[in-house]
């Protein structure tokens, strides 16, 4: 890869592709070409896998994702073609316009990246009342919103912002699966391979303490120790730049609902969804895979009978 190129809905530094490279040691003249290579002959290998044609783009963006390890890229791909047979629900073909009870939701990666390279993920929920359905639906969206990140994205990882000030915040906690919200976070951090440099609430609510100790229970420690509670966007402003948020956060940036609505044009273009089947389609046979690394492999996984504590 020789340059990045800015989307509908992400924008880079002129700088990003050399600072990331540098960052996990890959900046040195053919070493990425040389790992991407030891991963395509590998992949080759997996006899279990059910697509082995990976680009070279995307493999790429799989190694910054794990740090420039091979061997932990190779982990990563593993368990995320695993995630998409055991955990088939979250992986539908859908358009994700005409998902049903997401109204009540906006949520968008912002365009711009941080001062030190990091990606925001903000979330805005004004629900009353929830169904079961609406975060089955709203996981299923998220993913095609990992995927596209995963193929367009170049970044050091991810700030996530919640803001709950219009919610329901008890009706939401009593809906929640706490069984489906560890199994989507194991997936997004250890399958996806996102690195989470921070989780912000912004909630006046006392129940979002209740929240907070749902997470603290599916993170690790040193994940969980980079929550934080905001009761203003003032206090918000303390820890994520305010020119990469929307206008109506304080920031530069188009509404958050602009973006939300570019965002769901990017991801239902016919292109895309043609992408998401094939990638839907990436998962496992578990019938091929070899006996003795079943237990190393598999168990632990999101869907399997062992509960992971993510980092």
Not at 13 to 34: C, F, M, S, V, W
Not at 78 to 83: E, F, G, S, Y
Not at 277 to 291: D, I
Request: with cysteine; proline share 2%.
């Amino acid at each position: 890869m020789e340059s990045l190129k800015d989307t509908k809905i992400i924008k880079f530094h002129p700088d990003t592709l050399e600072a990331i490279r540098k960052l996990y040691g890959l900046d040195q003249p053919g070493a990425i070409n040389d790992a991407i290579d030891i991963l395509q002959e590998w992949t080759k290998k997996q006899d279990h896998f059910m697509k082995k044609d990976f680009s070279r783009e995307f493999l790429e963006r799989l190694l910054i994702r794990s740090k420039g390890s091979v061997e932990r890229s190779k982990q990563t791909l593993d368990k995320l073609c695993t995630a998409k047979t055991l955990m088939s629900k979250f992986f539908a073909n859908c358009n994700v316009k005409e998902l049903t009870h997401l109204e009540i939701v906006e949520d968008v990666i912002l365009p711009r990246l941080t001062s030190d390279y990091y990606r925001v993920y903000l979330l805005r929920n004004v629900g009353q009342e929830f169904e079961y359905e609406f975060y089955t639906n709203y996981f299923r969206r998220l993913v095609y919103l990992l995927e596209y990140e995963y193929i367009n994205d170049y970044v050091a990882g991810v700030v996530a912002i919640f803001d709950f000030r219009q919610i329901n915040l008890g009706a939401h906690l009593r809906k929640l699966s706490f069984v489906d919200l560890q199994q989507f976070l194991t997936m997004a951090m250890e399958c996806y391979g996102f690195r989470i440099k921070g989780i912000h609430f912004i909630s006046t609510s006392k129940l979002v303490e209740a929240l907070v100790a749902m997470f603290k229970q599916i993170l690790s420690g040193k994940v969980a120790s980079r929550i934080y509670v905001h009761n203003s966007l003032e206090s918000l402003h303390e820890h994520v730049e305010k020119d990469v948020l929307p206008k109506d956060y304080g920031g530069d940036e188009m509404t958050l609902t602009e973006i939300h609505q570019l965002k769901l044009d990017t991801l239902t273009t016919e292109e895309f969804m043609d992408y998401m089947k094939m990638m839907n389609a990436a998962g496992t046979n578990e019938a091929y895979r070899q006996a003795d690394k079943y237990n190393e492999q598999v168990m632990g996984m999101p869907g399997s009978f062992r509960t992971l504590r993510v980092d």
